[in-house]
Structure formats: structure tokens, C-alpha cells
């Protein structure tokens, strides 16, 4: 394990357009939420947090926190998670349970980042920020503060713009997610044709 530096999974939503709960949903003969801790488990997280809502899951290799205010948005699961990580937890690595093509090296570059002094640690895709995000412990509570309605940590990222270290992650993973079963479809069909030729799409999965 990486220092302590913690894992945390939101996991919570209804996945209203997809018609289930996206934590519970299959890609690669795997469900999201458990690919998602393997991801984290994989890159040296410790503990890993899922945050879960919708849906009442069991998942093995994380500490599972149910957010009762999960209808309110991402924010609440957000800081349900932060609350949840012991005391000597130095930094966390915030990642969302529908985004399959996140890889453990996409997170290792950000504890990294973080090991060289970066507090905030931002993967960027094609030069704009996405996920996953690594948040120092001296920010978690600025991070839960900001963290309101289905924002996450992107209100206290925009505002403390002096904190956050890019992350360029283009070439070890990607931010595509997961919405609808017709994404679902699209995405794995992407794989597969990667896999056949060869490309980075088609390698992701065990990328370490």
C-alpha cells in the first residue's frame, strides 16, 4: 500500500437514465463497483471507501458507507466518503463507479504527483480535468464544504485553481463513462475492436 493513501468509490446513484443502479451493472464480466475497487486496490489505495446509496452492495476489499442522502447528489456521497477515512489518512483519490477505463497507472501518476508535492493531483484527457482526483487531507474540509448538490469536488477545485497539479492521463486511461445500456454497448464494442487491433483502447484493463 501506498502511504495510507486512501481509495474512494461514489457509488450511490439511481442510474435513472441507465434504468438501475450503474454500481450493479456488468462490463467485462465484472461489476462496475468491484472494478472500480480492483482499480483502486491495484494502484496501492488504502483503505478503499465505496460510497453506496441506490443500492445496498456488498463488495469485497473496501469498506462499504451507505449515504442516506444519496437523491441529494454527488456532494453528499462525497463527504460521506471523506468523513469516513481514519485520521492518519494523508490524501484520498476520489474515482466514480461508472468510468471502467480508469487505470491503476492513471491513479498511481496522480499519488505521484502528490508525492512531489502536488495537494490537489487533476488526471486531464486532451487537456481538460476530469477524474479521477487526488485531494489532500489539509483540503478534505474545504472539499466537503464546497461539495453540494451533484457538483462532487468540482466547486472547490475551480475556486483553488493555485492548488491543483494537471495530470496528463491520455496515454494509460480513459474518462469515458457509462449512462445508458446504449453507452454500454458502444463502450464495449470499443474495447473489443482495440483489442483486435492493437490499440491503447484495448489494453486498459490491465494496465499496472
Known amino acids: 500500500m501506498r502511504d495510507g493513501i486512501g481509495g474512494l468509490l461514489l457509488a450511490a446513484g439511481e442510474g435513472r437514465r441507465f434504468g438501475r443502479p450503474k454500481a450493479l451493472v456488468e462490463f467485462e464480466g465484472e461489476r462496475l463497483v468491484d472494478r472500480g475497487v480492483r482499480m483502486l486496490r491495484d494502484a496501492g489505495c488504502g483503505p478503499v471507501i465505496v460510497v453506496t446509496g441506490a443500492a445496498s452492495i456488498e463488495v469485497i476489499g473496501a469498506v462499504v458507507v451507505p449515504n442516506p442522502d444519496w437523491r441529494t447528489g454527488m456532494g453528499s456521497s462525497l463527504r460521506a466518503g471523506l468523513a469516513a477515512l481514519p485520521p492518519g489518512c494523508p490524501a484520498v483519490v476520489v474515482a466514480l463507479v461508472d468510468q471502467p477505463l480508469v487505470t491503476p497507472a492513471a491513479v498511481r501518476r496522480l499519488t505521484e504527483a502528490y508525492e512531489s508535492g502536488a495537494p490537489v493531483a487533476v488526471a486531464t484527457y486532451g487537456g481538460r480535468p476530469r477524474n479521477p ?76
Open 133 to 208: 482526483v487526488l485531494i489532500a487531507r489539509a483540503h478534505f474540509a474545504e472539499a466537503a464544504a464546497r461539495a453540494v448538490g451533484d457538483a462532487g469536488a468540482r466547486a472547490f477545485l475551480r475556486e483553488h485553481p493555485e492548488l491543483v497539479t494537471p495530470v496528463p492521463c491520455d496515454d494509460v486511461a480513459s474518462p469515458d463513462d457509462i449512462d445508458t445500456p446504449d453507452d454500454l454497448v458502444a463502450l464495449s464494442a470499443h474495447r473489443l475492436a482495440g483489442r483486435q487491433d492493437g490499440s491503447p483502447a484495448g489494453s486498459m484493463r490491465d494496465d499496472r
